[in-house]
């Protein structure tokens, strides 16, 4: 099944700065999705944008779709220690099934 | 919020045991699914249902099945648990099939299979 590729896979920033993550995909979705996982835990649902749309915001999230391209961009303003997570793109196409990337880990260092 | 529980946070069975995990969810979602989630592999499908009595193999069913005989309870079966079978499995839940919602999920169960 189809997989999305989140890239970098890991990423050490200062809390203040702003963490950008990438993500691809190979084919045809209905909407890309991304998800934070805390240590040890479930998945968390952040943000869901269509295939017809190219940004979205969701307080210090935004997120960019680009379909010509197949890629998505996950960006977090003004980092802070809660945020050190996994993070995660899924991709909903025609199958109707969610394909995860294998995540992204963000440390944030106080 | 929607809750979706899982039985147990962490287990310990040995091979050829009959393993049961448990998923419980809260807001009448039609669709579940079960996922495992191994490093480097990312989250893999192992099966969903759409409504009761109903399921589709996903990406990686062998040696898993699936019992769901209400709504809100989706069961994941390891007929006869095996060393490569140890990992964190995943419940989540979803409204309205083929729809663009998100996917609630639970806290995950690791399992060791010794």
């Known amino acids: 099944s189809q997989q999305g590729e989140e890239d970098p896979q890991a990423l050490s920033i200062q809390e203040g700065e702003n963490a950008t993550m990438n993500c691809s995909y190979k084919?045809?979705?209905?909407?890309l999705q991304w998800y934070r996982q805390n240590s040890g835990r479930g998945l968390v649902h952040l943000i869901l944008?269509?295939?017809?749309?190219r940004e979205k915001h969701s307080g210090r999230l935004r997120v960019t779709l680009d379909t010509s391209k197949k890629s998505s961009s996950l960006l977090i303003t003004a980092s802070r220690a809660a945020d050190t997570a996994s993070y995660f793109c899924?991709?909903?196409?025609?199958?109707?099934?969610?394909?995860f990337g294998k995540g992204n880990q963000v440390v944030v260092i106080p | 919020d929607v809750k979706v529980t899982q039985s147990s946070r962490y287990l310990v069975k040995r091979t050829g045991e009959k393993v049961f995990l448990e998923c419980v969810q809260d807001?009448?979602?039609?669709?579940m699914f079960w996922y495992r989630q191994d490093p480097g592999l990312g989250l893999r499908l192992i099966y969903f249902?759409?409504?009761?009595?109903?399921?589709e193999k996903g990406d990686i069913p062998e040696g898993y099945s699936v019992s769901r005989e209400k709504k809100e309870r989706f069961s994941l079966i390891l007929e006869s648990a095996s060393t490569n079978q140890t990992s964190m499995y995943l419940c989540?839940?979803?409204?309205?099939?083929?729809?663009?919602?998100?996917?609630?999920f639970g806290d995950g169960t690791r399992l060791s299979i010794l």
């Open positions: 989540a839940s979803s409204s309205l099939w083929g729809s663009n919602q998100p996917q609630h």
């Open positions: 249902s759409y409504d009761v009595k109903m399921k």
């Open positions: 084919t045809s979705i209905n909407n």
């Open positions: 807001m009448d979602h039609e669709n």
């Open positions: 899924a991709t909903h196409g025609r199958n109707n099934r969610l394909a």
């Open positions: 944008i269509r295939s017809n749309e």
